[in-house]
């Protein structure tokens, strides 16, 4: 049995009831059919990111807490300096509350200008 | 947050997340669209926003050696060069149907075979909605010839790219992709120019569209069509524009191919991108117009001309809202009545009692309310925009009610609590925040969708 690709009305194309109408009615075909459509999927294309080596410890870094303005987020961060303080005396710390939007690049400027050797986040969600 | 730790990685700072665990996929997924291949994060089993203090403070503790070696582990050797990569609904996802399946991504095309029609259509139908390519509802199967007939409606070149990042997965979209899309949800050739505007419009909003498409809440696109192509396409700018109904079939294929395009270009599926928590039927498509013949009888001006269109421009615009609501005018046909509804709706939950840039919205005006509005001396849309913004009110009282210290006080209660005057009040909020269309049939009747952020306008005949 020879596949077969169908077809619908050009006048009738895109459109459910065009769909319906098209269809042969139920039991009706026996032939073997075939339909071919289009992947919808789309491709992206992005530069990989050679991330930094990890550090050895965190004795004596600097370690930025940042708080995305979610509730709880900023319980979490202060929570995390005092038990890192205590095992990382030597250790800076500093807690920055952001915000739960998309930030401008300034953000990151502002960030990096007290040069942090850590960055510890929450939260998502 | 995933995005933000990426930026950080990339600026050369090792980075740690906390990452609630119904979010890691949505986590390395975001990491992954911009390129970061290993973002490191420590998984939380509930999200904090919901526990008690003490409750953070304790998960916190228990996490602390896992958070220290995410900090000192070395990560995967990762060479550079450009990653190349098909957007997915991130294969084995839990869906209430079963596990979602990884489609065919890497076929230009698929081929279904069955005994019959209907055997045929029935896979495609099945095997769309289980890879999880579709909306939900029922698919047109984009064939090459219905494609290529799409793609009558515009002169551009089907390789066009619109962008090549669409947020939030950052997918490239051709006009032959956004057509493929347009077939799906059955929009017609007269439709397509409108669609490729819309995604444009999407691509311009920029980085704040991850806002509109990655976001817990239901928010979504709404779209309304301005000009001369209101009319030529066939665009409801009447009765329930917004659907449902026959009469706005292309303001709804326009919209439901938005939201494909949102997904299989852009990525934004539910549970990997979207993370919508409760949904909306509103994001299944949102697109409405406004008619020139029926401002030109107001004297009221144009969404597009007050932006610096030409009237005989015709143009698509996008806004981000969150919900909508109704005002019935039953009892208040005076005009000051309807706007002060309008004003004290937008003024609960999500307006002012919210956060700054929500506080405003999309008043959408009936017929009949329109005029009632001209007779009582609001003859510009700005008049009543000013009008409604100024009568935008917040009470510091109901505000600590909601959003109130039991379960911590984010940075946004401390932003929004230093709006308030010396009397515990806010009161109006910029103009800007408000606008007005003319929308729906010649009843009484009037809408307003919350929000309303992040406008773009963009000139159809550039999509022709």
Known sequence: MQAKSWKLLPGLRGSLVALALAAPAAGAATDEAALEVLNPIAVMEVQRVVQVPRLRT??????????NAKINSDVAVREIQTHLAQRFPTAQFRIVAGTGWAPEPKFYDELMAWKPEAIIASTAD | MARKNAALE????????IVFNAFEMDFNSSAR???????????????????????????????????????????????????????????????????VELGPIDQPSIRFTGTDYAAVHDQFQQKFLDWGWGDGMPLIPPTKERVEAMLMGTSRSPDTVLTNALLPARGIATVRLVAVQAV????????????????????????????????????????WVNGPIVREAGINSGMGSLGPGTQSRANIAIGRTARLVMMNIGGAYLGTKDMDTIGAADKFSLVTAEDDEELADLGWQPYHVSKGF?????????????????????????????????ADDISKVGGVGGFERMSGGIVMLS???????????????????????????????????????????????????????????????????????????????????RHGNYATTVNIADWK
């Open chain 1, 58 to 67: 965190l004795d004596g870094k600097r370690v930025l807490l940042y708080s």
């Open chain 2, 10 to 17: 990339e600026r050369g700072v090792p980075t740690v997340g």
């Open chain 2, 33 to 99: 669209s911009v390129g970061v291949l290993h973002l490191p994060h420590v998984v939380a089993p509930r999200a904090y926003a919901s526990l008690p203090p003490e409750e953070v403070k304790a998960d916190v503790a228990k996490r602390l050696d896992e958070i220290i070696a995410r900090l000192t582990t070395p990560l995967p050797k990762v060479e550079p060069g450009v990653l190349v990569e098909k957007i997915t609904t991130q294969a084995g996802h839990q869906a209430p149907w079963g596990t």
């Open chain 2, 184 to 223: 799906m949800a059955g929009a017609r050739p007269e439709h397509f120019s409108v669609i490729l505007a819309a995604t444009q419009a999407m691509a311009n909003v920029g980085p704040d569209f991850i806002i509109i498409a990655q976001t817990t809440s239901p928010m979504t696109p709404l779209f």
């Open chain 2, 310 to 342: 030409k009237a005989t421009d015709s143009t698509i615009t996008i806004v981000n809202v969150v919900d909508h609501g109704h005002v019935a005018g039953m009892g208040t046909p005076e005009a000051e009545g309807v706007l002060l509804e309008i």
């Open chain 2, 367 to 449: 017929g009949d309310t329109s005029r009632i509005l001209t007779r009582a001396g609001f003859t510009t849309k700005e008049s009543i925009g000013n009008y409604i913004a100024s009568h935008i009110h917040g009470h510091k009282e109901t505000y600590l009610k909601w959003y109130g210290h039991e379960r911590g006080k984010s940075a946004y209660v401390e932003t929004e609590l230093a709006r308030f005057d010396e009397d515990g009040v806010i009161r109006g909020v910029s103009p800007q925040n408000i606008t007005v269309l003319r929308v729906g049939a010649h009843a009484g009747k009037d809408e307003f969708y």
